[in-house]
């Protein structure tokens, strides 16, 4: 089944330990991208990757890392988590072509106390 | 900043009527998707349209991407139960690789 996975789906930590959320498709598709859903917000870009060890910045990202080291893969990494990094975050990967579009990760909501 | 808004923020209505979602912004865009959220889940992609004037039909769901490709608008049909849910649309910028994602539309529809 074509899909995108996250792990962990839920997770509380405390400030200041270093966590990372992974994310993986089986869609062989270059693009992929960390987004943070927040209420009164919308969705809102991370980092994406146009493909193996090409990664950029979104809109958010202070305080994240990404790195993209295999097609399939792409990690998100907060070195130092705060309390404002509470959020639900989405893992997507996709084509980008003429018809750009991308599949959706279940979503990790992360809890920072 | 680019900005997408959407509206509006909150619509019910009761099963069998019509509604139009919009999608707006002051930027062009190469393309423009509409996703639907379900609690505890994540976006599913509706469609994506790229030609401005394009119209696509889903079903009961017809979308249309503005002329000048800097709006567009959802218009549902003999709105069902099923079709409760958050209504996202998002846009890409040719030569970025970047997505920008409206706030939102969140329908109920009552049986």
């Known amino acids: 089944e074509a899909q995108v996975t996250q792990n962990p789906r839920y997770l509380i930590t405390v400030t200041g330990k270093k966590l990372t959320v992974t994310c993986s498709q089986n869609?062989?598709?270059?693009?992929m991208s960390w987004y943070r859903q927040d209420p009164g917000l919308g969705l809102r870009q991370i980092y994406y990757?146009?493909?193996?060890?090409?990664?950029d910045k979104g809109d958010v990202p202070e305080g994240y890392k990404v790195s993209r080291k295999e097609k399939r893969n792409f990690p998100l990494i907060l070195e130092s988590p705060s309390p404002n990094q509470t959020s639900l975050y989405f893992c997507?990967?996709?084509?980008?072509?003429?018809?750009?579009?991308?599949?959706f990760g279940p979503g990790t909501r992360l809890t920072v106390t | 900043t680019q900005l997408l808004e959407q509206s509006p923020q909150f619509l019910s209505i009761q099963e069998g009527e019509n509604l139009t979602v919009y999608c707006n912004s002051s930027?062009?865009?190469?393309?423009l998707q509409w996703y639907r959220q379900e609690p505890g889940e994540g976006p599913v992609l509706l469609v994506t349209?790229?030609?401005?004037?394009e119209v696509k039909k889903l079903k009961r769901l017809t979308f249309q991407f503005g002329d000048a490709r800097k709006d567009s608008s959802l218009h549902i049909t003999a709105a069902q139960p099923g079709d409760t849910g958050l209504y996202l649309c998002?846009?890409?910028?040719?030569?970025?690789?970047?997505?920008?994602f409206g706030t939102g539309t969140r329908l109920k529809v009552l049986a």
């Open positions: 997507a990967s996709g084509l980008w072509d003429r018809e750009d579009e991308q599949y």
């Open positions: 990757s146009m493909n193996v060890e090409v990664t």
């Open positions: 930027s062009v865009f190469s393309s």
């Open positions: 998002a846009g890409s910028t040719s030569g970025t690789y970047k997505y920008i």
């Open positions: 349209v790229v030609t401005g004037g």
């Open positions: 869609m062989n598709h270059e693009y």
